[in-house]
């Protein structure tokens, strides 16, 4: 039996240890790309030990450097962090296997750092998911926006470096000026940099000022991607789709709704939040910010722009769970993390064998090709159908608690605001398979998708269809979330 | 014997550079005068530690100079506050003269050298004076050697670039006043009180509030003061002064001078007169507060249209002096504590960045400008890789020594309801990155504009490397700074503010 300090840290390390064995291994491509998959499987091997520690109500913790008084590294598995940790984790190795296939069929150049920085980005994920306290928490927040900068700017041309200033200033400008100062206040009015199960600041904090408190940890976290600072993540779509697909649908953006939601309960605390109304305001941004980018992605026709704009919208479900207050509302919006992600991770999957197979990435381009990419457009069709939240996919589950959720705190435009939401996803999603299934084709295209690239594509659909029937863990893991203590 | 040289320790750490820079003088032969100044300066190294192992023990010590007891007789304190600027003055001038033996050769004439070093050791052994001594008037004059000895070290940039000697004389000038002014405030209150020790004048200052005299004396002795520690707008000899010295002359003042002065400055305030005084509240939100938030801005954002690398760093000095003095000024235990942390790891961040733009400019004999970096980035990697590790720290990125500075700054300002403070100081540090981000951009993603080749001497990279390890053992393992820090901002504001 391994105990748990290891157990973390070799779900922490393997990334780390394969972000810091690639540039060793440059000159032999083929063993340099084993390594992303392999690290993939131990450290899900590890999270998944975690996530069966956490369901035997046990509480793995790691405490790593003590920096100064009252100031460690430290690592605590909490039920939300396990699932985003899972999430991150398994994903990874579909993606690091799909992007062997990507690389390699598009001819990319820099691979080698490529895969550095992406093992990176995930080791700080990771870190993220388990951070024992909130300044861990805020430190790999950071690295993990280091690390997917050379992603972004990967392409090294104009218009990356572009992209890349406005994807460093919004997320960093955001975290250094907001985020770290309302860490700092935490801290002030508690005494610790720790954070409980059910939130740490009701009888420590004056409630005139929890509003102000919510706001800037909302705007400090820009990985959420709430609007007015949601312009980064269409920006960050320059990055070669791998990229997109893990990072900018899994790892940077869920470590963004993640964090919101551990600051919303296990800082704030759904009661705290509920008594107080605190993020009453924020249930109104988010619904915006999710109408609002639906609206948006009817109109763009880059696939890539049309799903991060759709990104941006779900991720709005999830704070929005979060801002509810209620304990159902947590509940779906922490599975939406997993559904979401196994779902969109598809899409981005799709748009990039597109991209490698036929060098389309324009919407009106696929008329006719569904006959030519059937069963990459049918994970498209999947996928899609998990993200408007219809059965047998996961992401049907995740909707439903939401509306739960909104209904037992009572926002019943809320409910609305779901239902109009869902009937734009279905909109501009089932566009893409309608083009490809239904229209006639206009020219011939010779296609070519590498085996690499089809196979994890595929994986991640049956995903959505097995979250369904085996949503059972996550459910209970999230009910041990929200219990009280 | 070892018994008399812990005794006696307070004056041998300021005597061994000082009589050495007397010999140094005498010595013609370069790599000689460079082993004597080494050694010294090593010397007072350990013994700054030595000190700092005795302050522990005794909290305070107090020396008699020729057995004259004080008040009467000149004190040198050590103590909780002053052993903080005592090893920053000696770590950094043991680094500095390593640095320096290759520098000097390169950009002073042969003849000179030894002058050169004997100066070096003279503001030294001045600065080191300045914060042990406990005497008003013996600090004026050590104030005096270390300023004069700074200005002859600038004017010798004018053996590569004449424009040393206007900022030397710019220096000279500007520094005599704010002398002159410490000094009529120190003879204001001498003709009030009746003495000239510090401990002494902090209990009778007590009995004479509102005593006009009182006030005019405090006000000359901290405008001159001021002047010293460049708070702004007494700042403007510092970027000229530091841009046009010797190399290794602008690493040595950029990382001590101002952090001696910034000493005294928290002396007078908390020490000499009590914080609870109106007077010192007065002066502290109304003057400090404000100035300090100016030069936070000012400072960065001339740094920010500033082509010439050294002035560039020079500017960003006047902000980060500015956050020094905020610090102080919000006067609560917490954030005074917080000033002297950034005083500590400031001094490593700013020598460090000074370091590796003043070897850069070795290897490529030429003035450091934003444009002459372009892509020099891979053809000095060690050089590059500490100057990016530094500019993280300076912008106070997790893990660097600049983000424990950072931190207990906005932690001691939320603290004392100074919410908008902290969203201004972050603010300011948002803005730093602007400027340390065109330099990391031209030194890296540029391309050069012809093919360099360039060799990296061990010499002058060996102390780079050890002070940008500083900086990063500093942001993990910051026990050492927090707790001296937090124990003399008990001893200067006390224990329960």
Known sequence: MISFENLILITLLSPLLVCLCTPL???RPILRDILGPLGGIISSWGAIQLMASILNGEQPRLELLQIAEGISISFVVSPLGAIFGLVASVLWIFAAIYSIGYMRGNKEKNQTRFYIFYAMAVHAALCIAYAGDLLTLFIFYEVLTFSTYPLVTHKQNEM????GRLYMSILVGTSVILLLPAIIWVWVVTGSLEMSQNGVLDGNMNPEYAPYLLAMFVFGIGKAALMPIHKWLPAAMVAPTPVSALLHAVAVVKAGVFTML??????????????????????????????????????????????AYSTISQLSYITLGGALASSMATQGATLHIITHAAGKITLFFVAGAIYVGAKMSKISELNGHGKSMPLIFLAFFVGSLSIIGVPPMGGSWSKFFLMLGAAESGYITVIAVFCISTILNAYYLMEIPARAFFFKKEREVKIKIPILITMPTLITCFLTILLFFFIEPFENLTSIMVSKL | MTDILIKNLPILVVLCPLMMSLIVVLIPNIFLSWLLTFASTFV??????????????????????GNWAPPLGIEYVIDKVSIIPIIIITLIGFLTTIFSSKM???EINETSISKVYSLWLLAIAGLIGLVTTGDAFNLFVFLEISSLASVALVAMGAQKDKQALVAAYNYLIIGAVGA?????????LYGITGTLNMADLSERVVDLKNNKALIAGFGFMIVGIMVKAAVFPMHIWLPRAYAYAPSAVSVLLAATATKASLYILARILFSVFDIADDLIINTLSYVILPLSIIAMFAGTIMAIYEKDIKRLLAHSSVAQIGYITLAFAIGTKASVAAGFIHMFNHALIKGALFMAITSISFYIQKRVTLSNLSGLGRAMPITFFCFVICSLSLAGLPLTSGFISKLYLIKASISADGLWIAILILFSSALSVIYLWKMIEALWLQKPKKEIIIKENPTIYTSLLII?????????????????????AEKLVGVSK
């Open chain 1, 25 to 27: 291994l440059s000159s």
């Open chain 1, 160 to 163: 990356a470096q572009k992209a």
């Open chain 1, 262 to 307: 551990l600051i919303l309960t296990n800082v704030f605390g759904i009661d705290f939040l509920s008594k107080t109304g605190a993020s009453n305001w924020l249930v109104w941004l988010a619904s915006f910010t999710l109408l609002t980018t639906s609206i948006i992605a009817i109109y763009k026709d880059d696939i890539k722009a049309r799903l």
């Open chain 2, 44 to 65: 007072a190294f350990i013994f700054s530690i030595l000190l700092y192992q005795e302050v522990q023990i005794h909290s305070t010590i107090s020396y008699a100079l």
């Open chain 2, 104 to 106: 000097m050769p390169d």
């Open chain 2, 180 to 188: 002159t002014l410490y000094v009529i405030g120190v003879g204001l």
């Open chain 2, 468 to 488: 940008t390890f500083l900086n990063i053992y500093f942001g993990l393992d910051a026990s050492f700074v927090v707790d001296s820090s937090i124990e003399a």
